[in-house]
């Protein structure tokens, strides 16, 4: 693991829903790490009821969708904040809190970097290695960070840190931003931190857009101590969760819908060990699969991944590109799991993507 300065030379604000944008084809979505067929109908049935009557010309009320996740998490609702998705709360952490040095923990999610460089910070970066499976070594953190940022499971490696070693970030003066944002797609959320008091300077944030389907409605939350809530908040324009997300918020940690999550979870591991049973047969091919994987994508290294990422949009397949990660580069593309026919045709595409791109 090796740390790096604040470098510009990464496209941080490149997402996976570009991947599908770009030139209009209809392709089949392994970009894009929001669960397939979602949301599922009764959560649509749920958005739908809360534009019934008054529902669009009054102010949005955000009390029960806010007693509501705290509920979910054992927490007290002063620990809760409710945001536009979780990328509104990199924003908020960025303009709200005095920091003087800011650290992100790379390669991961690059909307908390380009927020803080957006809010006038500096921003150092650790990198960790490939060849130690992308884990966290906590020693090449700073000492003198008083800000770190980790995603897990980690977006795009796949890695699930244990949260003993995240919780050891945890000093006096720091602020400490777990991004959660795929953890329901763990079976049993192993290693979670959301719900934890006992951390100081802990901020987990969360994202209900991954699972149920709801990137277009914008809703997450954060879970910290009252003080940096009420800092968080204060930062938020008025009324910043319509309506409609306050009601899928409130669905979302429902006892029905955290037993179908749980169950996803289920299904999503069964997918992804098909998936990274599929890539492992290329390896011939100089495929190498960024192992263990707990997340609902898996990251991949192969030679000329730039060419096979091209031949497999002709093939009508989209995937993510890995160089706009600090710390990957060109040869790296991460795949979205998805169910076993849509991933045994796309394995097929690609033994014929890398067929192309070694011509």
């Given at each position: 693991m090796r740390t790096e300065a604040d470098g510009g030379r990464h496209d941080l604000r490149h997402h996976g829903d570009?991947?599908?944008?770009?030139?209009?084809?209809?392709?089949?979505?392994?970009?894009?790490n929001v669960r397939a067929d979602t949301p599922p109908a009764w959560l649509r049935e749920r958005i739908a009821e809360s534009l019934a009557g008054n529902g669009l010309a009054a102010y949005p009320d955000g009390r029960a969708a806010r007693a509501a996740v705290a509920a979910r998490h054992g927490l007290p609702v002063e620990r809760v904040l409710l945001t536009a998705g979780a990328a509104e709360a990199f924003v908020l952490l960025a303009r709200a809190l005095k920091v003087r040095r800011p650290v992100v923990v790379h390669p991961q999610f690059t909307?908390?970097?380009?927020?803080?460089?957006?809010a006038g910070h500096t921003v150092g970066r650790v990198l960790s290695r490939p060849e130690d499976g992308f884990r966290l070594d906590p020693a090449a953190v700073p000492g003198d960070a008083d800000l770190v940022v980790i995603g897990n499971p980690t977006n795009p490696t796949s890695v699930l840190h244990p949260a003993a070693v995240i919780a050891g970030l945890a000093r006096p003066g720091r602020t400490l931003v777990v991004d959660e944002a795929f953890m329901d797609a763990v079976p049993d959320e192993r290693e979670a931190l959301a719900g934890r008091v006992d951390v100081p300077g802990l901020v987990v944030l969360r994202s209900l857009t991954k699972t149920w389907g709801l990137a277009?409605?914008?809703?997450?939350?954060?879970?910290?101590?009252?003080?940096?809530?009420?800092?968080?908040?204060?930062?938020?324009?008025?009324?910043?969760?319509?309506?409609?997300?306050?009601?899928?918020?409130?669905?979302?940690?429902?006892?029905?819908?955290?037993?179908?999550?749980?169950?996803?979870?289920?299904?999503?591991?069964?997918?992804?060990?098909h998936l990274v049973a599929g890539l492992q047969e290329f390896a011939s091919d100089g495929l190498v699969v960024a192992e263990p994987t707990e997340?609902?994508?898996?990251?991949?290294?192969?030679?000329?991944?730039?060419?096979?990422?091209?031949?497999?949009?002709?093939?009508?397949?989209?995937?993510?590109?890995?160089?706009?990660?600090?710390?990957?580069?060109?040869?790296?593309?991460?795949?979205?799991?998805?169910?076993?026919?849509?991933?045994?045709?796309?394995?097929?595409?690609?033994?014929?993507?890398?067929?192309?791109?070694?011509?």
């Open positions: 570009a991947e599908v944008r770009d030139d209009g084809a209809a392709l089949v979505d392994l970009a894009v909307e908390p970097e380009a927020a803080l460089r957006d277009g409605l914008r809703i997450g939350y954060v879970l910290a101590a009252p003080e940096t809530v009420a800092d968080l908040e204060r930062a938020q324009p008025l009324w910043p969760v319509s309506t409609p997300a306050l009601a899928a918020a409130e669905a979302c940690v429902s006892p029905r819908a955290l037993a179908e999550a749980a169950e996803a979870s289920r299904r999503i591991a069964a997918d992804r060990a997340g609902p994508f898996v990251l991949v290294r192969l030679p000329r991944a730039a060419r096979v990422r091209h031949h497999l949009r002709v093939l009508g397949f989209a995937v993510r590109r890995g160089d706009t990660f600090p710390g990957l580069g060109e040869e790296w593309l991460r795949v979205a799991v998805r169910d076993r026919v849509t991933v045994n045709r796309f394995l097929q595409a690609l033994d014929m993507a890398v067929t192309l791109a070694d011509r």
